[in-house]
Every structure is written in structure tokens, then in C-alpha cells.
């Protein structure tokens, strides 16, 4: 009983000695405590400048437009520019405080700018009823009374901070209070008082809110050192309550903390060293850990002082009583509440598995067949090569080369073979190099050469010209003759790229364009062989949100029936304005839409809002006209190009005798059958069918009248030429006069001067489009035409 109540009263002194410990470590947090709670408080003051500002600049413009009708507008435009200047202030402000990650200027000094901030721009709005107050109208009294009180209301939780708060509301709302005081009637002087005790309202809510902000922010900080402090306790007790002698193989060994020496080991230690249990009383940690003296072993244990972590890994050598070592690795952990205290260390010798590490990292780093680095570590040592050149100011140069038509002796000859020059195209390549050169395989026939310690791009030349020469002689397979070349593009750092991502995409592009220059050669990377590239990507990048951000439009050119000199209707075409690319090409963005998948959500959206806005034509123009809407062939392929016809019908209600569809002659040469299906629904639908750019592709009378076509579209090309060119002006002659055979309606595109009016009009053609009668104009200037020609009828 006595041993009992001896162990209950150290464990009550322990409990109590923690209990103190985490008391005062709490109390030092303290004012780390109330550290952070300042700078969340300065971070959400900030973090909500910017849109408070913009609101708030949104109110005041509209306030301000309000006001416009009632007074002069130059002193309004003074204290408009005054309010911008000091939003403008504010915004800086924010901005500043959100990119000084090293805060050189204190907490403090922060409040007070924003408290600064907060007061010019109360003290500017609210100057607005000071200087602007409308006494005579009692609907503008109630207007400048209810705007200082929303910009309160909406502010009174945005500000976790009294003192800001209250500047604000008192700039805001004093001025209104005094001015329906000095108006001096009973009515005023009440609305006066009643927004004074409101004031007092929103700085009591505002008040205690704060109040409240401040307790929950550093209630969480307690919690969060408390739980922190309680899982360092938790670990030490851990630590020392572990299991410390076991039955496993491993070695353990209980140390004296500040000897070094052995007070206890487990019989794992005992075989696998050689030493007796008594001999063990005599040896230090060091004579085992052959790798460590004193002093790097202590500062091993550093880490583990205090609880800061709960065991350090070793990797070493230890060696036994024979003087034989092993590689091992070893756990080492510390308890400072033993007296003396202990270190423990469980040991694992490693041998077996560092053999198989070692394999591990071969297969790892090394292609298999060839004996070369693989892409793997090639990569790694890139960046590592790049980071000495940029240090020694040096070149590199990084060749990527692949071997042309290689699929044909794998597929001809056999993997064995291709194996086989693999091989022996490693050799040779190494047989190019200096050590200090860097091969690698990084694909099938792929292979990469880095080049270090460059002083011009001449050198990278040399190396590669050697290598396309050494493929001039055959490979020796099995008594066989097999010829292969190489196809080379070459980086340079820093000229063509400072990091190692841009540099491999352009050692690439070189590579496939010295391919496209003929094989068996090599190219340098030019800038102009990516800029087409990136172009590409940086469109396509802006025109996968180009339909959400309401970017696209459509623009409409007028069709001219010339023989009653009336318009008829108009084709739509898709223009795209991006805020940072300006206006792109149709020429540029219609293909990559197609290529990435875009154009069937773009084309449906331009079937409907083609057929809203033909709609919309029956308000100007007593003309029953119809809208000309271009179809992708990917449309077709889709399937839901009659879904989006008759869905884009329905919602505008355009009678489908209005709507064209202008399809391209690739479109009519696929082997399926599908687009024909497609075009008889449609035609069967009562949808008139278009041939745009006849005479440009692969023209033929078969499908003219295999397919249910009502127009023949001759394209501009061949227009423009007309006056210069007698080809072009049989070949329009002869589509003209084969159209009216097939009695086809023609639509002559691209008219821009007289001339070529004139010889279309001599060949009964009646229905034209071109810059001579008007570009592809928006909508409303369409409707404008519209109604200009409805004026003349």
C-alpha cells in the first residue's frame, strides 16, 4: 500500500508540474496571441478594400447622376474627382499591403493608414450632403438621407474594427444630421435626432461585434496552443512509455544520454555484433556508429530536445567485434525525464535492401537496352547542368535527336534488330561525345544529348553534323546491312529558352522541323517556329470562355437583289473581339474551334441568335427576308446539327424558309452518307441550302446533283479576278451556265467595284454581296439599312 501511495503522489507532482508548464507557456503565447488576431483583423480590413471600393464607387456614380439634373456640373465634377482620387488612394493602399510579404512597416502603422483611408473616404462622401444637400425637394431629402445609410448598413459587419467603423459613420452620417437640424422645422429637427440615435444604434452593433470578433479569434489561438503544447506532452510520453526491448531481429540499444554509453541492448544486438551482454557494459554508441564522433552525434539527438520531433533516422555504417561493417539504419529516439536520460536506438541492417536500392536506381536512372541515361534522370540533370550554366555564365545546348523511318525495321525486320541499332546507335553516340557531354534515351528512338560548357553555338553545330555524318554507315545485324538517319533540332540556353521546359519544347520543334525539311539532317530553333504555335495556344486558351463572357457577335452583309435593287436578306458571319487579343480572324479562330471541339456549342449558339435577329427584320422592312447562317462540316459529324435547326426555329419563331445553311464542298465529299441524310431533313424541313465558295475545291457536277442544293455560292476569289485574269472570267462564265442548267439560284460574293457588277448583271446573275454595297456590318446598323431602304419603297 505504502509503494502505491508513494507512485500516486509522483504522479500527482508530475500532473501538476506539466499543468504549471503549459500555464506559463500559455502566458508567454500571450502576446503572440494578440500579434495575430491584429494582423487577421488588418487582413480582412484589407482583403474586403477592393470591393468595398467598387461598390462604393458604383453608388456614388449613380448618386451622382442623380444629382446631375439638380446642380451645375463642374462642382460636382470637382468632388467626383476628389472621391476617385482618394478611392484610388485606398486601392493602392490595398494593394500595397497585399504584396508586402516581408512587412516592413509595423501592425499599427497599417491601422492607422486604413483608419486614415476610411476617414477620407467618409469624410468625402459624406461631404457630398454638406455641399450638396437638396433642401427644396423632399424626394432628394429622402435620397441623400437613404444613401449615407445603406453605404452604414452594408458596412456595419464589413469592419472588424471599432474605431474604423466609427470614423466611417460619423463622416458619413454626420453631415446628414446637421443639415436637416438647420433646415429648422419640427420634421427636420426630428429626422435629424432620429438619425443621430440611429448612428448610435450602428456604433452599439458595431461595438459589440467587434467585441465579439476579438474573443472568437482569440479563443481559437488558445485552443490551437493549447492543442499544440498537449500533442508535444502527448509524444514525450510516448516516447518515453514505448516499447524499448522486443523480440525483434533489429539491434536496440539504451544508451546513456550524455556518455554515449551502452546501459542495455537486446539479443538482436548481441549476434549480430559479437559482443557479450557484459562486454556490451564497456562499449560506447561510438564504437558502433563508425560514421559519427562526439560532437555529430549530439548534434544528431538536437532535434529531439524538447519534443520537437519524436525520433531522427540515421543511415551509416556500423561495425562489429570482428571489425566487419554493414550499412544500417537507425532510429534513434530520447528521453530527457529519465535521470539519467536515455537514448534509444533501433537498428536495422540494411544490407539485402541496399543491394536492391541500388538496382532500384539503376533500373530508375538507366534505359535498360542501351546502357544510356533515360529520361528520368536526364530531366533532373538538366535542371542541375542549366543551374551551373547560368552560374558560370556558359551555354548549353540540348539536341534531340529521332531516328527516321525506324518503325519500318522493327516492323520489316524484327525488334531484334531494332534492339540491335538501338544499341549500337548509343555507341556511336558516345563515341561522338566528350566526358563531360551527357547522353541520354528518353523514348523509343528517341535520344537526347546535352551540352555542357559551350562558349558558342557553333560547337553544337559541329557535334551534330558529326552525328548525321556517322549514320551515313550502315549497321552491322546479323550479317546484314541496316541503314537508318537522324533527324536533329537543337535548343540553346539561354538564347532560346532560361529553363529547361521551353528549352525541350523547342529542341523539339527543330527536331520535327529539320523532319519536314527533308530527314537526315538538323535544325536550330527559331523563334519563328513557335510564334505561330503559341499564337494558336494563346487563342484557343481565350476562346474556350469566349461564348460565356459574351465575347462572340454576329455581323451581318447585306444580299442585293439587283434587279429590283432591294435587299433580301443577309449572311451572318461570327466576329470575336477579346479584350486582350482584340479582334481575331475568323480565319484564325473558326479552325481551332473546329479542332478543339468548340464549334458545335458556337455554331448552335449563332443558329439562334441568326434566327432571333431575322425576327427582329419584320420591324424595318416590309421584306419577307431571309438570314444565310455558314455550317462546319464537324456539325455534321456531331449529329445534332437538325436538333439545333429546328430548336434555333422554335425558339425565334422564323419560318424555316427564311433560314439558309451554307455548307463547303469537303463537306459533300465524305464516303458516308450521313451528310446527305442530314441535307435531304433539312431540305425536307423547308431549309434552303446553300454551296458556298463553289469553284475553290474539288467542284464537281455529281454531287451538284446528287445533293438537295438551291444556291450556288461563286466565291470571291474568283470575282476579285475578273477585270485581270480571262481564267477567271471563263471559269465564272461556266459556273453561271451550269448553275442555270441545274436551275440553281447564284449568289456572286465578294462585289466591290462597278466593273464587276456589271459582268455579273450581263450574265443574269441577280443576287449579289460585296464591300460595294457594304461590309459585314453589327446588327443595329443593319436595322438602320433596313429602314433607309423602307423609306425610298
Given at each position: 500500500?505504502?509503494?502505491?501511495k508513494?507512485?500516486t503522489?509522483?504522479c500527482?507532482?508530475k ?5 504549471l508548464k ?14 495575430k488576431?491584429?494582423?487577421?483583423r ?5 482583403g ?9 464607387f458604383?453608388?456614388c456614380?449613380?448618386y ?16 467626383y474627382?476628389?472621391l ?7 486601392w ?12 516592413l512597416v ?15 473616404a ?8 454638406l455641399?450638396?444637400f ?10 441623400a ?29 454626420m ?6 437640424v438647420?433646415?429648422?422645422?419640427r ?6 435626432i ?9 456604433l452599439?452593433?458595431s ?7 476579438i474573443?472568437?479569434?482569440r479563443?481559437r ?15 514525450k510520453?510516448i ?10 531481429s533489429n ?39 563508425t560514421?559519427l ?8 539527438l ?17 561495425r ?9 539504419e537507425a532510429r534513434?529516439?530520447?528521453?530527457t ?26 533500373q530508375?536512372?538507366y ?5 544510356l541515361?533515360n ?9 542541375s ?24 525495321i522493327?516492323d ?5 534488330t531494332g ?26 528512338d528517341?535520344?537526347?544529348?546535352l ?8 560547337h553544337?553545330e ?20 541496316v ?6 533540332g ?20 527543330a ?10 539532317n ?6 519563328e ?16 470562355y469566349?461564348?460565356d ?5 454576329l ?12 435587299i433580301i436578306?443577309?449572311e ?5 473581339h ?6 481575331v ?9 473546329e479542332?478543339?471541339?468548340f464549334?458545335?456549342?458556337i ?12 425576327m427582329?427584320w ?10 444565310s447562317?455558314?455550317?462546319s462540316?464537324q ?6 446539327l ?25 463537306l ?14 433539312l431540305?425536307?424541313?423547308?431549309v ?5 465558295d ?15 442544293l ?6 470571291r476569289?474568283?470575282?476579285r ?7 477567271s ?18 449568289v456572286a460574293?465578294g462585289?466591290?467595284n ?15 454581296q ?13 436595322h ?7 423609306s425610298?419603297?
Amino acid at each position: 500500500m505504502t509503494g502505491v501511495k508513494i507512485k500516486t503522489g509522483v504522479c500527482w507532482i508530475k500532473f501538476r508540474s506539466h499543468r504549471l508548464k503549459l500555464l506559463k507557456l500559455m502566458t508567454c503565447k500571450k502576446s503572440d496571441i494578440e500579434q495575430k488576431i491584429q494582423d487577421d483583423r488588418l487582413d480582412l480590413l484589407f482583403g474586403r478594400s477592393t470591393s468595398a471600393i467598387l461598390v462604393l464607387f458604383a453608388i456614388c456614380t449613380v448618386y451622382l447622376l442623380l444629382l446631375s439634373g439638380r446642380y451645375a456640373w463642374q462642382p460636382l465634377f470637382a468632388w467626383y474627382a476628389v472621391l476617385i482620387a482618394v478611392l484610388l488612394g485606398r486601392w493602392s493602399l490595398a494593394r500595397y499591403y497585399a504584396r508586402a510579404k516581408t512587412r516592413l512597416v509595423s501592425s499599427a502603422s497599417w491601422l492607422k493608414m486604413f483608419r486614415f483611408g476610411i476617414f477620407a473616404a467618409g469624410l468625402s462622401v459624406g461631404g457630398l450632403n454638406l455641399l450638396f444637400f437638396p433642401h427644396e425637394s423632399l424626394s432628394y431629402q429622402l435620397l441623400a438621407i437613404m444613401f449615407p445609410f445603406g453605404i452604414t448598413a452594408g458596412t456595419v459587419t464589413m469592419l472588424p474594427d471599432f474605431s474604423s467603423f466609427f470614423i466611417y459613420v460619423t463622416t458619413l452620417m454626420m453631415p446628414v444630421v446637421m443639415q436637416t437640424v438647420l433646415i429648422g422645422d419640427r420634421l427636420h429637427a426630428g429626422i435629424g435626432i432620429l438619425t443621430f440615435i440611429l448612428i448610435l444604434f450602428f456604433l452599439k452593433f458595431s461595438k459589440d461585434f467587434n467585441d465579439n470578433f476579438i474573443s472568437s479569434m482569440r479563443l481559437r489561438y488558445e485552443n490551437r496552443i493549447l492543442v499544440e503544447d498537449l500533442e508535444q506532452e502527448k509524444n514525450k510520453l510516448i516516447n518515453r512509455l514505448g516499447r524499448i526491448l522486443n523480440d525483434s531481429s533489429n539491434e536496440i540499444f539504451i544508451a546513456d544520454a550524455n556518455t554515449l554509453n551502452c546501459l542495455q541492448v537486446n539479443m538482436g544486438a548481441v549476434e549480430n555484433l559479437g559482443y557479450s551482454q557484459d562486454e556490451f557494459a564497456d562499449i560506447n554508441l561510438l564504437n558502433i556508429f563508425t560514421d559519427l564522433d562526439r560532437h555529430s552525434f549530439i548534434e544528431l539527438l538536437a532535434p529531439l530536445h524538447g519534443g520537437r520531433q519524436e525520433a531522427v533516422i540515421h543511415k551509416g555504417i556500423n561495425r562489429r567485434k570482428d571489425g566487419t561493417t554493414y550499412p544500417m539504419e537507425a532510429r534513434l529516439q530520447l528521453s530527457t525525464i529519465d535521470n539519467p536520460p536515455i537514448v534509444v536506438a533501433t537498428v536495422q541492417d540494411v544490407t539485402e535492401r541496399s543491394k536492391w536500392e541500388e538496382k532500384l536506381i539503376y533500373q530508375a536512372n538507366y534505359d535498360q537496352l542501351t546502357g544510356l541515361f533515360n529520361r528520368h534522370y536526364m530531366q533532373s540533370y538538366m535542371e542541375s547542368a542549366l543551374t551551373r550554366a547560368r552560374r558560370y555564365r556558359q551555354k548549353v545546348a540540348l539536341l534531340f535527336m529521332d531516328l527516321d523511318n525506324f518503325k519500318n525495321i522493327n516492323d520489316t525486320l524484327g525488334h531484334d534488330t531494332g534492339d540491335e541499332v538501338l544499341k549500337q546507335t548509343a555507341t556511336r553516340i558516345r563515341s561522338l561525345l566528350r566526358e563531360s557531354d551527357t547522353p541520354a534515351r528518353t523514348g523509343g528512338d528517341e535520344f537526347t544529348i546535352l551540352l555542357e560548357g559551350l562558349e558558342e553555338n557553333a560547337h553544337a553545330e559541329v557535334v551534330a553534323r558529326k552525328l548525321v555524318d556517322i549514320f551515313k554507315q550502315p549497321f552491322m545485324v546479323k550479317g546484314r546491312e541496316v541503314y537508318t538517319s537522324p533527324s536533329i533540332g537543337i535548343g540553346v540556353y539561354p538564347d532560346d529558352g532560361e529553363s529547361l521546359d521551353p528549352l525541350m519544347q523547342y529542341a523539339d520543334m527543330a527536331m520535327y522541323q529539320a523532319k519536314e525539311d527533308g530527314r537526315n539532317n538538323y535544325r536550330f530553333f527559331s523563334r519563328e517556329m513557335c510564334r505561330a504555335s503559341e499564337e494558336q495556344m494563346l487563342i484557343t486558351n481565350h476562346l474556350r470562355y469566349a461564348l460565356d463572357k459574351n465575347e462572340l457577335s454576329l455581323h451581318f452583309q447585306p444580299q442585293i437583289d439587283i434587279s429590283r435593287g432591294r435587299i433580301i436578306g443577309a449572311e451572318a458571319l461570327l466576329r470575336w473581339h477579346n479584350h486582350e487579343l482584340g479582334d481575331v480572324s475568323p480565319n484564325q479562330f473558326i479552325p481551332l474551334a473546329e479542332n478543339m471541339g468548340f464549334i458545335e456549342r458556337i455554331g448552335t449558339w449563332v443558329l439562334e441568335t441568326a434566327c432571333q435577329e431575322a425576327m427582329r427584320w419584320r420591324e424595318f422592312s416590309s421584306e419577307k427576308l431571309q438570314v444565310s447562317v455558314n455550317i462546319s462540316p464537324q456539325q455534321f459529324r456531331t449529329g445534332s446539327l437538325i436538333t439545333a435547326v429546328d430548336r434555333a426555329l422554335s425558339l425565334s419563331g422564323l419560318p424555316s424558309d427564311q433560314l439558309e445553311l451554307e455548307i463547303t464542298e469537303s463537306l459533300l465529299l465524305q464516303d458516308s452518307d450521313k451528310p446527305l441524310n442530314i441535307l435531304k431533313t433539312l431540305y425536307d424541313h423547308g431549309v434552303s441550302l446553300a454551296l458556298d465558295d463553289f469553284g475553290t475545291g474539288y467542284s464537281s457536277l455529281s454531287y451538284l446533283k446528287r445533293f438537295p442544293l438551291q444556291v450556288l455560292k461563286i466565291d470571291r476569289s474568283f470575282v476579285r479576278d475578273l477585270e485581270e485574269n480571262k481564267n477567271s472570267r471563263a471559269l465564272v462564265e461556266a459556273i453561271i451556265a451550269m448553275a442555270h442548267s441545274l436551275k440553281l439560284e447564284i449568289v456572286a460574293e465578294g462585289i466591290e467595284n462597278e466593273e464587276q457588277l456589271d459582268f455579273l448583271r450581263q450574265r443574269d446573275v441577280k443576287i449579289i454581296q460585296g464591300y460595294f454595297f457594304s461590309p459585314p456590318v453589327p446588327a443595329e446598323k443593319f436595322h438602320a439599312m433596313l429602314q433607309k431602304a423602307k423609306s425610298f419603297t
